[in-house]
Nanobody, 122 residues
Framework: QVQLVESGGGLVQAGGSLRLSCAAS????????MGWFRRPTGKEREFVAV????????SYADFVKGRFTISRDNDKNTVYLQTNNLKPEDTAVYYC???????????????WGQGTQVTVSS
């Protein structure tokens, strides 16, 4: 069983930053690809970023390129999402998830955290 716990969300003004964290336990973290997704209120869940187990492969959704950075620390079993220059449209519940391989497809992720709310005021 894998457990993922997100933290770091909150309320921030437009242009601000937040660092989201996702602590993992269970399946060897260092062999899992880790992704971040988000679900804006009333909308579908959408892919944000993914990082391979080694950190050598990273992919971002177009709408966060240049603003968000995904990283991981395998010694701490933690993946991070640094969010900069936040916009009101970034308001959403942010989820981390693990998968056996790098993918942007949510259905290929087999474990999910409960999410952390990010609210960006204008």
């Amino acid at each position: 069983q894998v457990q993922l716990v997100e933290s770091g969300g909150g309320l921030v003004q437009a242009g601000g930053s937040l660092r989201l964290s996702c602590a993992a336990s269970g399946r060897p973290f260092s062999r899992s690809a880790m992704g971040w997704f988000r679900r804006p209120t009333g909308k579908e869940r959408e892919f944000v970023a993914v990082i391979s187990w080694s950190g050598g492969t990273i992919s971002y959704a177009d709408f966060v390129k240049g603003r968000f950075t995904i990283s991981r620390d395998n010694d701490k079993n933690t993946v991070y999402l640094q969010t900069n220059n936040l916009k009101p449209e970034d308001t959403a519940v942010y989820y981390c998830a693990s998968a056996p391989k790098v993918t942007i497809r949510s259905y290929e992720y087999d474990y999910w955290g409960q999410g952390t709310q990010v609210t960006v005021s204008s």
